[in-house]
């Protein structure tokens, strides 16, 4: 046993001799993963406050702290007396959810459906086919659920379907319906300008978007130690038009009247003050409800600037003016009307049997003859197109509308040959715009001077009042003496007062209006048209102050042979002149109104004052229409103002008690044109929306309102036409045909407009 001792001694000391190698090797193991673990955490040390300590700083911002957009307010038009046009309101989209894991959710899509389909004014299967979309949690309900008002909210909500939600926004709300389309344009759904001042003005329309930054807590709330960084958003600008709302009123009205009655191609009407080119109303038709701009027409081009036309016979003003500007007009010689012959073709008068007329006749009767003697061989090519150019045709006008045309003729002017001259000097060959005949015309009516036209007044920051533009009276250059537009006045009065004038039927009683008729033929297969026209007139008054010009141009109207244009422009020049005249209560001529009586018509005398029932007897008497406002026994007011003419069918307002103690009656069926006069009076803002008759109305019968609130009217027109004028008139336009097969002496001196001359190439260049 002693002899295997140190054997045992040995081997446990080998074993502890191994043991300890282990152990060193482990603790150097150990002391190397220690070691490069803390040359890893020294190094991700470094990482994060050296090298990511910038991105981190972000991160943590980013988490710290919630941001939000603050959109800014859309800018409000108006029109030049502060009415809206258009602006910003609350809407609400409605937005159904699909999901079945939501606390609510479309289970009958089917039923729900069925329900929304009437409110929403949507197909039930467009409907159902959004409710059935897989794979979303939530969908819009576009179109009719989108940006919907207030009060079809109010009806989604009151069925308390499941799963459909509203979700607030803004839209773009225009009160007047298609008051002005064209002038405004839109704002799409998805919140972009698409056309109009809406387009053109956008940059000071949007405005610009703020925020809000703020510190916030794991579950989003503010932390109450921090404060919100807040950058307001800036508000849009206001837009003030040169339009004004009643006088475009009576031009929407006096279009409907037409369309309804005559179903043109298209209309435009444009109403401006020639004494600064402000546009008091611009209007045309086909129109549209930029609310619901994807209904309605297809070509949205406004065609008081953006359509060139041969205007016809309005155009021998031009001719005329610069005809007497030269010398070159003597109305009392006399020339030989019937027929001219020029290289090239022939320039016929609508009547060849007139025989031997004076200048001026010729000019009464729109003699095409007469004006081409003095465009073609008196005024000859070079001068006459210096004064086409000079009084702004062939170029853009300036006015502050997109989309505006030129016009002009198809060829270079040095190649434009003798028939196609004397043409042009009666409005045939030459294309243009409504907005440039308006311009130069206006030269003419305020003593010889071009203006630009406007149509924006002022851009005003509604948050500090700045006036940031405001349109001035620009000059562009003098055209015409002021003893010449005095002169060519005159003539043009003629056409309208004269027995032989082609504009007998414009007269407006008290008020001389100064004006020309025009019709053009159509270019079809490239000749000229005998059943295809555009008609036009173009006058302003009164005669020695004007204070306005009403240009009225109409496409195929839908006229029986004989073609008779005053049928569809004299009730539209008239009744917007005379409604607009009395309306800024521009008083009339006294001596016109004693022979307007006979018409019966009259200048309203001054009852302010007066004890209201004598007053009321008196008029009941006389056979006038008397309605008396309020209760009371003194008059406070009238409507019309005194000093205005009026006729017998016109209704008389006698206003006896304060109009903020007189409560608002009922309106339903009343006309446009009652609810415009009623709320005159009284002093109310009325905003309406269609045209016709009152349907529905904002306020309450019998509520008294402030005169600084609202009322707003829903018109709808009256189903079938409109019985038509039903008056004996003179034959405008009949064809040399018609003439040549028999026509009597007497029916061609009421044939006053004339046709385009005949090329014996039977082409015409420019369409």
Known sequence: ?????????????????????????????????????????????????????????????????????????????????????????????????????????????????????????????????????????????????????????????????????????????????????????????????????????????????????????????????????????????????TIDERIQQYVEKALDEAEREFHPNRMSVLVVDPNNMEILAMANRPHFNPSEYWKGISNYVNYSVGAPFEPGSTFKIVTLSAAVEEGLFNPEERYQSGRLKVPGGIVPDVNTHWGELTFLEGVQRSSNVAFAILGYERLQKERLFQYIERFGFMKQTGIEVSGEAAGGVAKDIAHVVPIELANISFGQGINVTAIQMVTAVSAVANGGTLLKPHIVKEIIDEDTGAVLYQSQREEIHRVISEETAKQVTEYLVSTVTSEHGTARKYEIPGYEVAGKTGTAQKIENGRYSNTKHIVSFIGYAPKDDPQLLVYVVVDEPQLEFPYIGSKVLAPIFTSVMQSSLQYLNVAPNSEMVVVSNQAQSYQLPSFEGEQVLPTKKMLLEQGKNVEVVGTGDTIIQQYPRPNTVVTNEQTIYLLVQKPEEIPIPDFTGTSLREVMEYTSLLGIQAQTDGQGYVIAQSIEPGVKIASDQVIHFRLQPLSGPVPGQGRDEEIEDISEQQQQEGNSEQESQDSNEGKGGQRETGTIPFE
């Open 1 to 241: 046993m002693l002899e295997n001792l140190p054997k045992k001694v040995e081997g446990r000391m080998s074993e502890m001799s191994q043991f300890r190698r282990k152990t060193k090797v482990r603790a150097m193991g150990i002391g190397l993963i220690v070691t490069l673990l803390f040359f890893l955490l020294m190094f991700k040390s470094f990482t994060l406050q050296v090298v990511d300590a910038e991105w981190l700083q972000e991160q943590a911002v980013k988490y710290w702290r919630s941001s939000s957009v603050l959109e800014p307010q859309r800018g409000t038009i108006t029109d030049r007396n502060g009415k809206p046009f258009a602006y910003e309101g609350r809407a609400y989209n409605v937005v159904a959810v699909l999901n079945s894991k939501a606390d609510s959710y479309v289970e009958d899509k089917l039923g729900t459906a069925v329900k929304l389909a009437p409110i929403l004014k949507m197909d039930v299967d467009q409907l159902n086919k959004l409710l059935s979309k897989d794979g979303v949690y939530q969908v819009e309900l576009r179109p009719g659920g989108y940006k919907i008002t207030q009060d079809v909210a109010q009806q989604v909500m009151a069925l308390e379907l499941p799963g459909i939600e509203l979700v607030k926004t803004t839209k773009r709300f225009y009160p007047n319906g298609s008051f002005a389309s064209h002038v405004l344009g839109y704002v799409n759904l998805d919140n972009e300008p698409v056309m109009g001042i809406e387009k053109d003005f956008n940059v000071q329309l949007e405005g610009k978007a703020g925020f809000q930054l703020f510190t916030k807590d794991k579950r989003g709330y503010q932390l109450a130690a921090t404060k919100a960084s807040l950058e307001k958003p800036e508000n849009g600008k206001k837009i003030i038009l």
